[in-house]
C-alpha cells in the first residue's frame, strides 16, 4: 500500500508544476509583457547606473525588445526543464528507466507544451507559436537529461558508497 501510494504522490511535483505554467499562460499579453518587461528594465536600468551608459533612445528600446525576447525563451526552456525533470521523476518511480524514460517524460512535456500553446490561443493578446513548442522541447529534453544522468551518477555513487 505505501508504495502505491508513494507512486500517486510522484505525480504532484509536476501537476504543481503544470498548474504555474497554465497560471503564466492565462495571462493577458498585456499583463505578461509587463512582468517580463518590467523584470528587462530593472536589470537595464542597473546596468545603465552601473556603466554610465547613456543610450539614444531608438537603441535602447532595441536592446530592451531583444532581452525581453532572450528573458521571455530563456523562461520558456526552464519551465519545461523543470517540468520535465518532475516528469521523470514520476516516471522513474513508476519504473521507467534509459532511454524509455528519457522519451515518455520528452513526449509527456511536449503533449502539455502543445496543449498550452492551444489554450493561449483563447487569451486575450496571446497566440499559439510553434516556435514556442520547439523551444519547451528543447527545455525538455535538457530537463530529462539532467534527471537522467544525476540518477545514473547517484546510483552509481550509492551502490560504491551502500
Not at 501510494?5 to 499579453?29: C, D, E, W
Not at 536600468?45 to 531583444?66: G, Q
Request: hydrophobic share 50%; proline share 1%; with cysteine.
Amino acid at each position: 500500500m505505501m508504495i502505491k501510494k508513494h507512486r500517486v504522490l510522484s505525480t504532484i511535483p509536476a501537476i504543481i508544476i503544470m498548474i504555474i505554467i497554465f497560471y503564466f499562460s492565462h495571462q493577458k499579453a498585456a499583463e505578461s509583457s509587463k512582468l517580463s518587461g518590467g523584470i528587462v528594465e530593472t536589470i537595464f536600468s542597473i546596468n545603465e547606473r552601473l556603466f554610465t551608459i547613456e543610450l539614444p533612445k531608438a537603441e535602447r528600446i532595441y536592446w530592451l525588445e531583444l532581452l525581453e525576447t532572450i528573458i521571455r525563451k530563456a523562461a520558456h526552456m526552464t519551465e519545461y526543464g523543470v517540468l520535465a525533470i518532475a516528469i521523470s521523476h514520476s516516471f522513474y518511480v513508476y519504473d521507467k528507466r534509459g532511454f524509455n524514460l528519457i522519451l515518455w517524460s520528452e513526449a509527456a512535456a511536449i503533449l502539455y507544451a502543445v496543449t498550452d500553446e492551444f489554450h493561449q490561443l483563447f487569451i486575450s493578446g496571446r497566440s499559439a507559436q510553434v516556435t514556442d513548442v520547439l523551444i519547451d522541447g528543447v527545455g525538455a529534453l535538457i530537463g530529462c537529461l539532467v534527471f537522467y544522468l544525476s540518477y545514473k551518477k547517484l546510483k552509481k555513487y550509492y551502490k560504491v558508497k551502500g
